[in-house]
Nanobody
C-alpha cells in the first residue's frame, strides 16, 4: 500500500504560480501511475493531470493545458504539479492519487489511493 501526503496549497492571486508536491511512502513508487485531481465546492472531482510510472508520458486536462505541468522524481518518491497563470476558477481542493491498475483512465474510480487534499485559493 502507498501513502500520499500533499504539500500545503495556499492563497494566490490571479496570474501567480504555485507548485504542489505529493510525497509517497510505502511500496515501490515506480509501480504507480500518479495523478492530480481537484474538487471545487459543489462540483465533482475532476482529473487535472497524470504521469506514467517512469515519467515519460503525461496527460493534462484541457482546462489547464498550457498552464499546468506534472512531473515526478522517482528518487524522492514525489510527484509535482506546477501551476502557472492561475485563475480564480482554479480554486479547489487538490488531491494526489495513485494507481497500479493496467492502462490509464481519468476517472477517479481508476485511482486506488488518495492523499488528504490541499486547498488552493486563487483571488482575482
Amino acid at each position: 500500500q502507498i501513502q500520499l501526503v500533499e504539500s500545503e496549497g495556499g492563497l494566490a492571486q490571479a496570474g501567480d504560480s504555485l507548485r504542489l508536491s505529493c510525497a509517497a511512502s510505502g511500496r515501490t513508487f515506480t509501480s504507480y501511475f500518479m495523478g492530480w485531481f481537484r474538487q471545487a465546492p459543489g462540483k465533482e472531482r475532476e482529473f487535472v493531470a497524470g504521469i506514467s510510472k517512469g515519467g515519460s508520458s503525461t496527460s493534462i486536462a484541457d482546462s489547464v493545458k498550457g498552464r499546468f505541468t506534472i512531473s515526478r522524481d522517482n528518487i524522492k518518491n514525489t510527484v509535482y504539479l506546477q501551476m502557472s497563470t492561475l485563475k480564480p476558477e482554479d480554486t479547489a481542493v487538490y488531491y494526489c492519487a495513485a494507481s497500479q491498475r493496467l492502462g490509464f483512465s481519468t476517472a477517479p474510480s481508476w485511482f486506488e489511493y488518495w492523499g488528504q487534499g490541499t486547498q488552493v485559493t486563487v483571488s482575482s
